[in-house]
Nanobody
Framework: QVQVAESGGGAVQAGGSLRLSCTVS????????MGWFRQAPGQVREDVGCISLSGTSLYYAEPVKGRFTITRDNAKNTLYLQMDDLKPEDSAMYYC????????????WGQGTLVTVSS
């Protein structure tokens, strides 16, 4: 059974930074493309970005390009999301999962971690 646990969210002011973490168990982490996703209240879940097995970034959604960076530590089965220059529109619940797009995710979602950015 795949289990994901996201952490690191919080409340920050616009222009601030946060680093999210996600630990994964129940799947071969080092053999999977991993992604970050987010869902704002009343909105559909959307892709944030994803990273290849070796750590080369594959994709960032346009709204976060140049501000967010995804990294991974395969030895720790952990995925990271460094978020800089945060904007109020980045406020959402953030999730990690195996896959690059929401439609690719075939396992249960974690509980997510909440990011709130005030202006």
């Amino acid at each position: 059974q795949v289990q994901v646990a996201e952490s690191g969210g919080g409340a920050v002011q616009a222009g601030g930074s946060l680093r999210l973490s996600c630990t994964v168990s129940g799947l071969p982490f080092g053999d999977r493309v991993m992604g970050w996703f987010r869902q704002a209240p009343g909105q559909v879940r959307e892709d944030v970005g994803c990273i290849s097995l070796s750590g080369t970034s594959l994709y960032y959604a346009e709204p976060v390009k140049g501000r967010f960076t995804i990294t991974r530590d395969n030895a720790k089965n952990t995925l990271y999301l460094q978020m800089d220059d945060l904007k109020p529109e980045d406020s959402a619940m953030y999730y990690c999962a195996a896959g690059c797009q929401v439609v690719d995710v075939s396992h249960a979602w974690g509980q997510g971690t909440l990011v709130t950015v005030s202006s």
